[in-house]
């Protein structure tokens, strides 16, 4: 039913934005406001075409609903203000089965049968990392909306960028200060034994060393695990902190468990929410997750004193104060990461009308183009907040939210800097040739 | 006769997708690039499972440790293509020693199983040296490395037409390797032992050793695969040793046809294209890919081309 | 934690694996056993049980319990009847053919979770449990109700296993199992045996799945692993035993759960699944198999 649904959505609102369309067309002649001048220069009205890499089946599916819907609505809020250099943007969709083998072939079906200009909205690292060999080869850009530290560590190619969400190594860089400063600094690591949860134990080690804090345990946990109980035992009893971070359909098990185990006399708790995107905070035995603290990228819950720009976001996408569908309570988003979606198409929006862009030959001045950015303000293209990108490693830097739960609800306590998740580059990726 | 027919039918097979690089669609050449790789690892599949009879639900190992073998080597030691492909070879038919060595003491389902956890091990080795493999992320493989030397010139594998002309190469390779074998006398005592294993060693053969020569050598051919997809495509990730690509090959073989040459390849087209296309007209297509299983084994239970075999061509190999 | 609590917990969290387990090798056990049919799908059997489990559950309001209840009895029933549906409509006309069910099965795996993704979608949701304890050891905190799965699973075995020794029905599947063309010359109706028993296999994983969700959740990619694991119960056990599924559940719960304390856990898992597959090298028929296949 929602997948059908969902589909409805899609094509009705595909017809109306092409007969919207038709009717800005007519009407940006009659229009010659100054902000339509740049409109009015555009040669061709022939659409620029997005290919959308999409977890719509396979273990990424719960992010890939959102991420689709966050894209159509970006998509036609974009057109509804006149498109991209005076012409429409049309996404097209290809489902990747989150799966790394199929990414790639998704890579090359847009590249050479729909004949996309770009390739957007990668969430899964392993998908990211199976994709970009293809769209470096066939020279195609590649905007990923990802967190992950892969296209930062220079190891992907000229094509891949980062620019609307920033990445797990600055992510983790900034909440640690105040972990330690609140929380206590005899802290346990709990992650998934692969790569996602690597970079989080590798990237939290130095950074809560420098603030005088010390990692006393880490306890990996493999990825096919369906129950945890068994492992906190590995938990020493003077941990101050357990910073915990899982993914996948047992995550909730996992804090469950963990609740059942500690009870409420247990140390505190510090997780990211990537292991409660799209599940009700009020889920039947989080209860004891009452008083914890998250890493949200942007808030789930709406907060009192958000700006306009914020409460726009948040009603264009359809989620409503507790971060759920407006259409269905139970549906819950996975609003902590799915803005990246907005901010990342804003971004290409801007870069391609700095670099005037026409068609795939201008490829690399998009490319170019987005290199040169640096600062980007807070407002209605940047809604989680202000951003600084990094052009040389191809990915942005911004604030991050820790929240706590009160009530069942995440509030913010606090937000970092941009200057707290700041790191040395470790790459140049303007020095590489296209 | 039916030899010069056989031989014949797979010439133009291979002339036929020699030809297809120049008539492809840009998108559609690229694909058979990757279903043709893929299809060797079927191949090598087949080889234990439709020729020998060995139910494995392992190969994913033999796949991945071809993958690793080339990938790790070029990624951390700087290997040069042929060296690392060497690497992956090596690494397949060593585990496909070790591996058969254990595991063909068990038959039937009990192989099955045994492969299966065993190759569950080797996926849980690659998370964990997630420090050298990136584990489940993986690795990219750089482009400038991916570059094949030749006597008098080097080809880039990142080159649409090299990739393609190399997938085909291995395919040629693992195809004249299957008929050779099936025709030899040794492919006839790994049929005979499927068919009557007890009758086989009664007539003095040493079943374990035949058998432990097919899964090596299957896991040579995979391994052959899995090599070459690490420098033909630039990725080398966990997912791989998964058990989905354990069952993958299964899958591919059963459409195709076990037991028959080209059966691996066509199953793996085809499994490829129903998804392609199903996709392009809906969202649920999985849903139509396990409808199009279940009718495909309901009209032909051998599978494509053991079904051509059975009705049309007998002479099929 | 001192090592006897440790050992306690990790014993006491083997069982409930084990016991969850068991229930679903036992219903791939019967199929396999009786039909010879390798059912692939019989993970989405389970996965299907835990999704209907959710939604029984959330049509009633109330006490947990009596959604939970609800759940119990009807998610089973309808499961059997899909697995029922699909028997006759796709297995029994490929004459159990072991490939080819391999493939139909592997089609019927598509299917179901691409239905669970259209309409129950992609999160993973849970079951409230039927009560909410959480028993309090000087040690460490338990979940009551996982204590009262343990339970639950071995009443259920204990039922199947009166039904398999000691009714008519239980006697004419034994002997269909033994002999099809001697039973079949007997009388018995070999088809409508075959049907019933995949219908009551993918019953007992569906069970299985409800005695879980309020545990685990209900995600549509649930099945895979579960059903990974009930194969190498089933076989470890050896083919047809009872007895031998019972044993080698509790073995494989408790040695995952055992290494797991004295090693890093993926280093653990690796250690236990090469022990467990050194067990059948060494032993091909399983633990309590007579006949080598």
């Known amino acids: 039913m929602r997948e059908d649904r969902n589909s409805n959505i899609l094509s009705s609102s595909g017809l109306t934005r092409r007969t919207a369309l038709k009717g800005l067309g007519a009407a940006a002649g009659l229009m010659a406001a100054p902000g339509f001048v740049r409109y009015a220069q555009a040669q061709s009205s022939e659409p620029i075409r997005i290919g959308f890499q999409c977890h719509r089946t396979g273990i990424g599916a719960a992010y890939g609903r959102w991420y689709e819907r966050v894209t159509t609505a970006t998509a036609k809020l974009i057109n509804d203000e006149g498109g991209i250099n005076g012409r429409p943007l049309e996404i097209v969709i290809e489902d990747d089965g989150t799966d790394p083998a199929r990414g790639s072939e998704v890579v090359q079906k847009f590249a050479n049968q729909h004949k996309v200009d770009l390739v957007y909205g990668t969430l899964f690292s392993h998908v990211v990392v199976g994709s970009a060999p293809m769209a470096g080869e066939l020279k195609i850009p590649y905007y990923v909306v990802s967190e992950g530290y892969h296209v930062a560590s ?128 009020n889920s039947p035995g989080l209860e004891f997750l009452e008083g914890s603290h998250f890493w949200e990228g942007m808030p789930r819950y709406a907060q009192p004193d958000q700006p ?23 549906d819950v988003s996975t609003a902590a990461h799915m803005f990246g979606c907005w901010e990342t198409l804003y971004v290409i929006k801007a870069a391609m009308e700095t670099a005037d862009y026409q068609g795939p030959d201008d490829r690399t001045k998009l490319i170019e183009a987005t290199e040169a950015m640096t600062e980007m303000e807070a407002g209605r293209e940047h809604p989680q907040g202000p951003k600084v990108f990094n052009g040389k490693i191809h990915q942005v830097f911004g604030e991050q939210n820790i929240s706590q739960v009160k009530d069942g609800k995440l509030e913010v306590v606090h937000r970092t800097s941009i200057d707290d998740g700041l790191y040395e580059p470790e790459a140049d990726y303007t020095t590489m040739s296209f | 006769m039916r030899d010069a027919r056989s031989l014949w039918l797979h010439a133009a097979v291979i002339l036929l997708l020699f030809a297809l690089n120049f008539l492809l669609p840009e998108y559609h050449r690229g694909i058979f690039s990757r279903v043709m790789v893929l299809a060797v690892f079927a ?10 009879g060995l139910l494995s639900l392992g190969h994913a190992m033999f796949f991945a440790a071809g993958l690793y073998g080339t990938g790790l080597t070029i990624y951390h030691l700087g290997w040069s293509v042929w060296p690392a492909l060497g690497a992956g070879l090596l690494a397949g038919t060593l585990l496909a020693l070790v591996i058969g060595f254990l595991a063909l003491r068990t038959t039937g389902v009990a192989f099955m199983i045994v492969t299966l956890m065993f190759a569950q091990v080797f996926y849980l080795t690659t998370l964990y040296f997630t420090t050298y493999t990136r584990g489940e992320e993986g690795l990219v493989l750089p482009q400038a ?173 | ?120 979608g992609p ?117 047809g035993s009872l007895r031998g599924t019972v044993v080698a559940a509790i073995l494989i719960g408790l040695s995952d759960g055992i290494i797991s304390m004295f090693f890093s856990p993926t280093l653990a898992k690796m250690l236990a699944t090469l022990l467990v597959a050194l067990v059948l090298v060494f032993r091909p028929q399983g633990l309590f198999g007579t006949v080598a296949r």
């Not at chain 2, 191949?43 to 020998?52: D, K, P, V």
Request: glycine share 8%; with cysteine; proline share 5%.
């Open chain 1, 154 to 281: 220079g190891k992907m190619n000229r094509y891949c960028v980062q620019p609307g969400i920033t990445d797990v190594k600055a992510q983790v860089r900034s909440v640690a200060p105040w972990i330690a400063d609140n929380l206590g600094k005899k802290v346990t690591l709990v992650y998934p034994d692969y790569a996602f949860g690597h970079d989080h134990r590798d990237f939290f080690e130095p950074a809560i060393q420098a603030q005088g804090g010390e990692v006393i345990a880490k306890v990996p946990i493999p990825p096919t695990e369906t129950s945890f109980t068994r492992y906190f035992p590995q938990i020493p009893r003077d941990t101050d902190v357990i910073y915990h971070v899982m993914v996948g359909p047992a995550v909730l098990t996992f804090v469950k468990e963990m609740g059942e185990f500690f009870g409420s006399g247990g140390p505190q708790l510090f997780g990211f929410i990537d292991s409660l995107e799209a599940v009700d905070i």
């Open chain 1, 308 to 330: 306009d720009y914020m409460t726009f976001y948040r009603e264009t996408v359809g989620i409503d104060e507790n971060g759920a569908s407006r259409n269905d309570p139970q």
């Open chain 2, 43 to 52: 191949m090598g599949y087949n080889l234990a499972f439709g020729y020998t």
């Open chain 2, 145 to 317: 490395m991916r570059t094949l030397a030749l006597p008098g010139a080097s080809f880039s594998l990142t080159d649409p037409t090299t990739r393609y002309m190399a997938a085909l190469a291995l395919l040629t390779i693992a195809l004249g390797l299957t008929l050779f074998l099936v025709r030899s006398p040794y492919g006839r005592a790994l049929i005979a032992i499927r068919e009557n294993e007890e009758r086989m060693r009664m007539l003095g053969y040493d079943v374990f050793a035949n058998k432990l020569g097919s899964v090596v050598i299957s896991g040579l051919i995979c391994a052959a695969a899995g090599a070459a997809y690490a420098v033909l495509f630039g990725y080398v990730g966990s997912g791989f040793a998964s058990i989905q690509y354990s069952i993958l090959p299964l899958l591919w073989v059963l459409l195709g046809g076990a037991a028959t040459t080209l059966g691996p390849f066509v199953g793996t087209l085809f499994m490829f294209y129903i998804i392609d296309t199903a996709s392009d007209y809906t969202t649920a297509y999985l849903l139509v890919v396990g409808l199009a299983l279940i009718l495909l084994i309901l009209y032909f239970p051998k599978g494509i081309a053991g079904t051509v075999r059975e009705r049309w061509l007998p002479w099929l190999p």
């Open chain 3, 1 to 120: 934690m001192a090592f006897g609590p440790y050992l306690l917990l990790a014993t006491l969290e083997g069982l409930v694996t084990a016991a969850v387990l068991a229930l679903m090798a036992l219903g791939l056990s019967l199929v396999f056993g009786v039909m010879r049919v390798v059912n692939v799908a019989h993970g989405e059997f389970y996965m299907l049980g835990a999704v209907l489990a959710w939604w029984f559950a959330s049509l009633v309001s109330g006490h947990p319990a009596i959604g939970f209840l609800l759940a119990l009895i009807l998610s089973p029933l309808v499961v059997a009847a899909v697995a029922f549906i699909a028997e006759r409509l796709v297995l029994s006309r490929l004459n159990y053919e072991p490939e080819a069910t391999i493939v139909a099965t592997i089609g019927l795996l598509y299917i179901l979770q691409q239905l669970a993704l259209t309409f129950y």
């Open chain 3, 123 to 239: 999160e993973a949701r849970p079951v409230q449990a039927p009560f909410d304890m959480r028993i309090s050891l000087p040690w460490f905190g338990y979940s009551a109700y996982k204590l009262a799965v343990i339970a639950a699973s071995a009443l259920m075995m204990l039922a199947t296993w009166v039904l398999l020794t000691r009714t008519k029905i239980g006697l004419v599947m034994r002997a269909t199992q033994f002999d099809r063309e001697t039973a079949q010359a007997f009388g018995i109706p070999v088809d409508r045996v075959y049907a019933g028993v995949f219908a009551l296999g993918a019953a007992l994983a569906a069970v299985a799945a409800v005695l879980i969700v309020p545990i685990q959740q209900a995600h549509y990619l649930m099945g895979l692993d579960p059903l990974l694991l009930s194969f190498i119960v089933v076989i470890i056990g050896g083919l």
